[in-house]
């Protein structure tokens, strides 16, 4: 058996008596054309090494073989199991792991190897995992992730937008974010209530270091934890004025109008004044 002759997706559900489960998040793409547009997104190939959370069905994971790129999937539910060892037997690019994708160790799943980030997240951790990838000590090569569509805007939110906060801040210090492609959710089985979009995050190379990042982390979580006041209140605890104005920044200034550099420029001057 290869690729070519697997039967339908629909069908593997079926034979194998498997229903989504909403404890694990589950909305699947079942339609191939889909999934072939995502690993086009992705920009993957022959070759390249892609990690993919939650292949559920395989829907996703498949279109990723079919670019000849190796595969390592990690799935939590295991109910999919032999699913996916069948999905393994016909495709010798697959690498399969049971276990939760919060606790895995990437560098390990990569083996050394720089590898993208493929994956129709599980909606009640993408957020986390995404933290965990943006701010861990491994960095992708490359991140294509489906979101509910609120959460893809709030990662690539721009200052001003009412979606621009720690998240975008986060995002966008370390990647060049975009989304790439709204997916309508009556796209999913079974349809979730809300769309979804896809995140498109590639790492800068002016990435801050980790340290910086805390920083980074300390501040946004104060400026944004109080969005609807002025800097010099809401970063009273952390040097208020001093500090804001040490950054050339407006003390009478509120956090959703501060750009990412001038984050960056808080958590320097908040770093120097230590
Ligand atoms: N990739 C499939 C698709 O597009 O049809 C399934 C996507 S579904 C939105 C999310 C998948 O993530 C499910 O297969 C679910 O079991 C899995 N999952 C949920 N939580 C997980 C976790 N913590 N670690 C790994 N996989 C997880």
């Known amino acids: 058996m290869t690729l070519d002759d697997l039967p339908p997706l629909r069908e593997v559900l079926a034979e194998h008596g498997l229903m989504a489960k909403k404890s694990f998040g589950q909305h699947f793409?079942?339609?191939?054309n889909i999934t072939r547009?995502?690993?086009?997104?992705?920009?993957?190939?022959?070759?390249d090494m892609v990690i993919e959370v939650g292949p559920g069905p395989g829907g996703l994971t498949r279109a990723l073989l079919e670019t000849?790129?190796?595969?390592?999937?990690?799935?939590?539910?295991?109910?999919?199991r032999p699913l996916l060892e069948d999905l393994a037997a016909a495709a010798p690019n697959l690498t399969l792991?049971?276990?939760?994708?919060?606790?895995?160790?990437?560098?390990?799943?990569?083996?050394?190897r720089p590898a993208h980030l493929v994956s129709n997240l599980p909606y009640n951790v993408g957020t986390p995992l995404l933290i965990k990838w943006l701010?861990?000590?491994?960095?992708?090569?490359?991140?294509?992730?489906?979101?509910?569509?609120?959460?893809?805007?709030?990662?690539?939110?721009?200052?001003?937008?009412?979606?621009?906060?720690?998240?975008?801040?986060?995002?966008?210090?370390?990647?060049?974010?975009?989304?790439?492609?709204?997916?309508?959710?009556?796209?999913?089985?079974p349809p979730p209530k809300v769309d979804s979009a896809i995140v498109r995050l590639t790492p800068r190379a002016d990435r801050p270091a980790p340290e910086r990042l805390d920083v980074l982390q300390k501040i946004t979580a104060a400026a944004f934890g109080q969005r609807r006041k002025m800097l010099r209140a809401s970063l009273k605890p952390l040097g208020g004025e001093d500090l804001i104005r040490a950054a050339g920044l407006d003390p009478q200034a509120r956090a959703e109008v501060i750009d990412v550099a001038g984050f960056l420029r808080l958590a320097d001057a908040w770093k120097a004044g230590r």
Request: aromatic residues 6%; contains cysteine; negative net charge.
């Open 29 to 32: 793409l079942l339609d191939l």
């Open 37 to 47: 547009k995502i690993a086009r997104l992705a920009q993957v190939g022959d070759g």
């Open 68 to 80: 000849g790129a190796a595969v390592t999937v990690v799935e939590k539910d295991e109910r999919f």
């Open 97 to 112: 792991v049971m276990g939760d994708a919060l606790t895995a160790d990437e560098a390990k799943l990569a083996g050394g």
């Open 135 to 189: 701010t861990g000590p491994w960095t992708p090569a490359s991140l294509t992730l489906m979101f509910q569509k609120e959460v893809a805007d709030r990662v690539a939110a721009k200052p001003g937008a009412s979606a621009y906060g720690r998240l975008a801040v986060i995002a966008q210090a370390t990647c060049d974010a975009q989304v790439v492609m709204d997916v309508p959710a009556r796209a999913f089985t």
